[in-house]
């Protein structure tokens, strides 16, 4: 679905659910007056809407898998002083498999002083992009290897 396409039908459920609250009317204190109870079935459908809402944006939000994934790995990762990641043991199929190296480092005292993390590293084809490349430099780099070579 385009993005246009499910912009324009959220838009349109926040409409529905802006309409709904509109029509509530004043309805005194009596919570079981008719109003009242009409009143809430008007918020009903304004909550359900907006709870629709939210869980299409966190579903578009949330990472799509790559069309081109090859494989899905789970590694342990020793982060450095600024929280970056080096895979430092074997893959695994699975997260327990690196949870179960842990284990093992934890239980060897070999963690001393260091912080671990569990990396789940999606391997996919690369999809070489030019845009934004300095093509300029390229054509100088390429020009001087020719030149190099005998």
Do not use: F
Not at 29 to 50: C, G
Request: net charge positive; charged share 25%.
């Amino acid at each position: 679905m385009s993005s246009d396409v499910t912009k324009d039908l959220l838009d349109a459920l926040l409409n529905v659910a802006r309409m709904a609250e509109n029509l509530k009317k004043p309805c005194g204190t009596d919570p079981e007056s008719p109003q009242a109870i009409q009143n809430t079935q008007y918020m009903n459908i304004s909550y359900a809407a907006r709870a629709a809402i939210a869980r299409a944006e966190a579903a578009l939000a949330a990472p799509q898998p790559d069309a081109g994934l090859i494989g899905v790995q789970w590694w342990l990762a020793e982060l450095d002083r600024y929280g970056n990641a080096k895979l430092v043991d074997g893959q695994h199929s699975g997260r327990a498999g690196a949870d179960k190296a842990m284990y093992l480092i934890k239980a060897l005292h070999l963690d001393a002083g260091r912080r671990y993390a569990v990396a789940r590293v999606e391997l996919s084809e690369p999809k070489p992009r030019g845009k934004g490349v300095n093509h300029e430099a390229i054509k100088t780099l390429n020009d001087a290897r020719r030149e190099a070579q005998p």
